[in-house]
């Protein structure tokens, strides 16, 4: 379990007020433990990733969730994708990813 302190203290210039922010405006939704967020991994990726988007690349706080809401679609896009040519015949599986490039 990753403790709130502990996020913060990853990240060079998040406060814990700013993460409970976020935490609040639903941009991160870690499990909880005893009344307190308790992060995965996964969540603290997110937290890094928010972290970038607005504190070094200064995207504004009202834009951050439609960035966020980008990124989760284009990750579950990736996904899908993923799964359908794992269900594809071996040979057509290759003729495919072939096709589409090294990106998939």
Known sequence: M??????CAAIPGLTEAELRRWLDQDWIRPD?????????????????????LHLALEVEEPTVPLVLSLLDQLYAT????????????PPV??????????QV
Do not use: K
């Not at 909880?32 to 970038?52: K, N, T, Y």
């Not at 599986?93 to 090294?102: I, Q, S």
């Open 2 to 7: 990753i403790t709130l302190q502990t996020v």
């Open 32 to 52: 909880r433990h005893r009344g307190e967020p308790a992060f995965r991994d996964i969540d603290l990726a997110r937290v890094r990733l928010i972290a970038e």
């Open 78 to 89: 990736r996904r899908q994708l993923r799964l359908v040519l794992e269900a594809l015949e």
């Open 93 to 102: 599986r290759a003729e495919v990813a072939e096709r589409l490039g090294p």
